[in-house]
């Protein structure tokens, strides 16, 4: 196989998150050069060793991954005519397919601990988990101001919605969801609405 005159970051990374994924870290860097068709050498010369690919590989990119669903919420605020159940079942969404992708990098983070004890991507200050509970906190506050919402706690809502589709996805990977995705995420919005609704 001819090899590329130039490969991305990107693309190493990615190889990497599919080898490591598949594999756990018992894979080995030749196993994720070969998926990105370079010699182990070009790996080590981007990444310096296995463990820095690993955390390169692992980064949930949360932030870049949810802005498209708290973006529609925000808007939904501005939006009178909007349809706010509808909107959070296609929040719920949305964060349920988030969580699908999001949950096997999280779990094989936290098998590769920071010295503080949490994943390298955890570590900061103002992790990005805490930063979309923010954001999402933040489009509840306006919804609830424009009267999309009743006003209660809008970090709780926040909570609620993340929580409840983490939590589907986790018992999914158990084998054990509670019913299909489409029926619970109906299930999770009527709580929410039963809760919210203005």
């Known amino acids: 196989m001819a090899r590329p005159t130039h490969i991305r970051d990107e693309d190493l990374i990615s190889a990497a998150r599919e080898v490591f994924l598949s594999n756990g870290l018992q894979a080995t860097s030749a196993q994720v050069a070969e998926r990105a068709g370079v010699s182990e050498g070009t790996l080590f010369k981007r990444f310096g060793t296995k463990l820095e690919l690993f955390r390169a590989a692992m980064q ?63 570590a900061g200050e103002n992790p990005p988990p805490v930063r979309l509970l923010r954001r999402l906190t933040t489009a509840y506050e306006a919804l609830m101001k424009e009267g999309r919402l009743r006003e209660a706690d809008p970090e709780m809502a926040a909570r609620m919605l993340l929580s409840g589709c983490q939590s589907y996805v986790f018992f999914s990977m158990l084998r054990a969801p509670l019913a299909s995705a489409d029926t619970y995420i109906d299930q999770l919005v009527d709580f929410m609405w039963s809760g919210l609704r203005p």
């Open 60 to 122: 949930p990119q949360l932030e870049e991954s949810a802005n498209q669903w708290v973006e529609r919420l925000e808007l939904a605020a501005k939006t009178p005519t909007t349809d706010m159940r509808s909107e959070l079942v296609v929040a719920c969404r949305s964060c349920l397919s988030f969580f699908e992708r999001l949950m096997p990098l999280m779990m094989m983070s936290w098998s590769n601990q920071h010295a503080c004890g949490l994943p390298e991507s955890l």
